[in-house]
């Protein structure tokens, strides 16, 4: 794939062998399916700051919100120079213009959420939060989609992260190259009943700044509307909410389909609520009327083709 979007990812998780036993957590699904898709730009933030391999193993201490870094067998303090290593590290990244991030799951310094944090060294006493890493890159780019690997497992999730990376590399595109309010319309147009999928609420708050944009400067306008957009995808798309999106859909064939060619889509549609059917099938279905009828709204519409089609991300049911 030409002009491949560009994501971080925990060196372990693509086969870099920088454990602290010397070894890997390859995951297949990062290291052999998304990297036709995705340039990497991976880290390992306990390597880079000097720890070596093989090395003790750390963990953290303290408060969830201030957790020092302290190896489990000589209490070596590592918060520092990783704290002096995350400012640097983070600031570099800025650069590389990052659409997404997967994160070790349960690493002290790359997990994105339950992570132990202990009260103090030896003690039982536990919470669970963001490794230190993970953490300031969540807080620096709070609009960039993150996932813990882990997580990628779950089918619905899976495809949510992919939809937010591939949405926010469109939206970054959006705003780079000659933004204008026409541009503008256009893209919200285009995102409609991806939008619709995820967040309805989200949908209507974006149309109102479309609607008038020109209250707003061109960039309080980006800003407002980049936010919002992301927020609206952080809601995952339920089966409820594409089975209404493509009742939606369905409105635009009015005129063109017989009975007998709406009713086979509206019962599709019907099978894939209920779990019986993936939503590839009635996505498939009306993305063949929309060719064949030459119906412009719907050509144009994200939802349709809102990822790779070899990634099967919707051929789960």
């Known amino acids: 794939m030409e002009n491949k979007i560009k994501i971080g990812v925990s060196s372990c998780l693509v086969g870099e062998k920088v454990r602290w036993n010397g070894d890997h957590k390859q995951n297949h699904f990062v290291r052999e399916v998304l990297s036709d898709y995705f340039n990497y730009v991976s880290v390992c933030p306990e390597m880079e700051v000097g720890m070596g391999v093989?090395?003790?193993?750390?963990?953290?201490?303290?408060?969830?919100?201030?957790?020092?870094?302290?190896?489990?067998?000589?209490?070596?303090?590592?918060?520092?120079?990783?704290?002096?290593?995350?400012?640097?590290?983070?600031?570099?990244?800025?650069?590389?213009?990052?659409?997404?991030?997967?994160?070790?799951?349960?690493?002290?310094?790359?997990?994105?959420?339950?992570?132990?944090?202990?009260?103090e060294f030896g003690s039982d006493s536990v919470r669970h939060g963001p490794g230190i890493f993970a953490k300031a890159f969540t807080n620096k780019f709070p609009l960039v989609p993150t996932e813990d690997e882990g997580r990628l497992n779950d089918s619905l999730i899976r495809e949510n992260f992919i939809v937010k990376v591939f949405s926010f590399s469109r939206l970054k595109d959006l705003f780079k190259n000659n933004f204008s309010i026409g541009e503008l319309v256009r893209f919200h147009t285009q995102h409609k009943f991806l939008l619709l999928a995820h967040?309805?609420?989200?949908?209507?708050?974006?149309?109102?700044?479309?609607?008038?944009?020109?209250?707003?400067?061109?960039?309080?306008?980006?800003?407002?509307?980049?936010?919002?957009?992301?927020?609206?995808?952080?809601?995952?798309?339920?089966?409820?909410?594409?089975?209404?999106?493509?009742?939606?859909?369905?409105?635009?064939f009015k005129k063109v389909l017989s009975t007998l060619e709406k009713d086979d889509i509206l019962n599709t549609i019907q099978d894939y609520r209920k779990g019986l059917l993936p939503l590839i099938v009635p996505v498939t279905l009306i993305r063949h009327q929309v060719h064949k009828h030459n119906i412009e709204y719907l050509k144009d519409q994200i939802y349709l083709n809102p990822h790779p089609k070899e990634l099967m991300l919707r051929n789960h049911v």
């Open 54 to 119: 093989p090395r003790e193993t750390v963990a953290l201490y303290g408060d969830l919100n201030k957790s020092r870094m302290i190896s489990k067998k000589t209490q070596t303090d590592w918060t520092k120079p990783m704290e002096s290593y995350i400012e640097e590290r983070i600031s570099s990244l800025t650069h590389d213009d990052l659409c997404g991030y997967i994160f070790k799951s349960k690493s002290p310094s790359c997990g994105l959420g339950r992570v132990p944090v202990y009260a």
């Open 199 to 252: 967040s309805r609420k989200y949908y209507d708050e974006l149309g109102h700044l479309v609607a008038k944009p020109k209250s707003l400067s061109k960039e309080a306008l980006k800003e407002n509307y980049g936010n919002t957009f992301m927020k609206a995808l952080a809601f995952k798309a339920t089966p409820k909410k594409n089975t209404d999106v493509l009742l939606h859909m369905i409105g635009f």
